[in-house]
């Protein structure tokens, strides 16, 4: 803007100066007079607060929130000058002169928070502002920007971060939690700790998802095929174990960016319902996802571990954790690609033995051949189990 104003005191100047038109020529000026009053006044004040500008500093009071609630931050100035208030002031201001506080933060996949304040302007030097959207945000952009009230110039000083997330907005949670039945060797869910004191070691019954893996009899698996427990063991099962994984990379054949992003979200929101209902039926629950590691924990920091997963390329070189001895739930959505993924290679790597679940989830009509397909493809694999399952309206 200020270039096209100069622009036009130039014009105005050299059409005055050959026409002798005095008018354009006091218009000229008095473009030209503003000009540099903006200028100057932007770079004489950028020059005077840099030092005070750069120890400041914004907290984020509450990390961890809610996706669609608001976020507050409190701005604070250094040790050396929170005492050098002027009346309800903070900085030296010139006339028509703007000072502001810009704040951005992004996720890793693109979705961001911009707030800008005045500082001066703040209750208690805090400020509210809206969060949308769930995911881990990062700091972006953080400092001050010094411009002139019509725009023409401005001057930023930035305020450098830590590379920590300094936002977790946690998922909304599904009404409807997804009709789930958890299969590993048996057909039953182990509600209570079983036990049946014998002295004959050779009494076995089928599998309990929740019985002590300890106490299978891998020799008799290998004849029969399925799944015993030894009922002379002296030590009780613990409850029952479950591993949610979310896979966060998604096909751009059948996904936007912005597609992606949502359906990222609808994975974790499902994800949260599950963990409720499951950590409500008393079962040991933990959840990963794509490119990320193992948590465990209550339902609120389950939640917030559900802030970090971000929508990823189908090809990309992140892996799902693959631990061992646990039952795996896997939160997918639809692929028509034939390209190798994360999932792909989690399947390869797991032993035989390990029940793997697959659910691939979708919203809408576009998705259901692909969900299809991929339930014919991966339901082939020996154990596992693949299903679709329409979510949303």
Not at 76 to 83: F, R
Not at 108 to 113: A, C, L, T
Not at 163 to 174: F, M
Not at 221 to 239: C, K, S, T, V
Request: hydrophobic share 40%; glycine share 10%; proline share 8%.
């Amino acid at each position: 803007m200020g270039i096209f104003t100069l622009l036009i005191t130039i014009l105005a100047f050299s059409a005055g100066t050959i026409r002798n038109e005095l008018v354009l020529i006091l218009v000229g000026t008095v473009f030209f007079i503003t000009l540099c009053g903006c200028f100057l006044g932007v770079l004489v004040l950028a020059w005077l607060l840099n030092k005070k500008a750069s120890s400041s500093s914004v907290r984020i009071l509450t990390k961890q929130v809610p996706a669609g609630t608001t976020g507050t931050l409190s701005f604070e100035l250094g040790p050396a000058y929170t005492l050098k208030k002027s009346g309800n002031k903070q900085f030296f201001r010139f006339p028509g002169i703007l000072l502001r506080y810009e704040m951005s933060l992004a996720t890793k996949d693109g979705r961001g928070i911009h707030h800008i304040f005045d500082p001066d302007a703040l209750p208690e030097g805090v400020s509210v502002f809206p969060v949308p959207e769930r995911g881990a945000y990062y700091s972006a952009y953080d400092g001050f920007i010094i411009a002139d009230a019509p725009g023409f110039f401005y001057q930023s000083i930035p305020i450098p971060q830590d590379t920590s997330p300094r936002l977790l907005v946690s998922p909304h949670i599904v009404e409807t939690c997804i009709p789930l039945q958890i299969r590993s060797g048996g057909t039953l869910q182990q509600q209570h700790p079983h036990f049946l004191r014998t002295d004959n070691l050779i009494d076995h019954r089928p599998y309990i998802p929740g019985d002590d893996p300890r106490r299978l009899n891998w020799k008799l698996y290998g004849h029969a095929g399925d799944l015993f427990i030894r009922e002379g063991e002296p030590e009780p099962p613990p409850h029952s174990r479950l591993l949610i994984l979310v896979d966060t990379q998604s096909d751009d054949t059948l996904y936007t960016p912005e597609a992606a992003c949502r359906g990222v979200d609808m994975l974790c929101e499902n994800a949260l319902a599950l963990a409720i209902c499951c950590t409500d039926r008393g079962m040991d629950l933990s959840i990963g996802y794509t490119g990320g590691e193992i948590h465990g924990g209550t339902q609120g920091e389950l939640a917030v571990v559900l802030a970090y997963p971000a929508a990823l390329p189908l090809s990309g070189p992140e892996a799902l954790p693959a631990p061992e001895d646990i039952r795996i739930l896997i939160l997918a959505l639809p692929r028509a690609s034939g390209t190798e993924s994360a999932l792909d290679r989690f399947l390869k790597q797991r032993r035989a033995e390990q029940g793997v679940d697959i659910l691939f989830l979708y919203e809408g009509n576009p998705y259901e051949e692909a969900a299809e397909i991929c339930v014919g493809i991966y339901g082939q694999k020996s154990g596992l189990t693949a299903r679709r399952i329409r979510v949303g309206p």
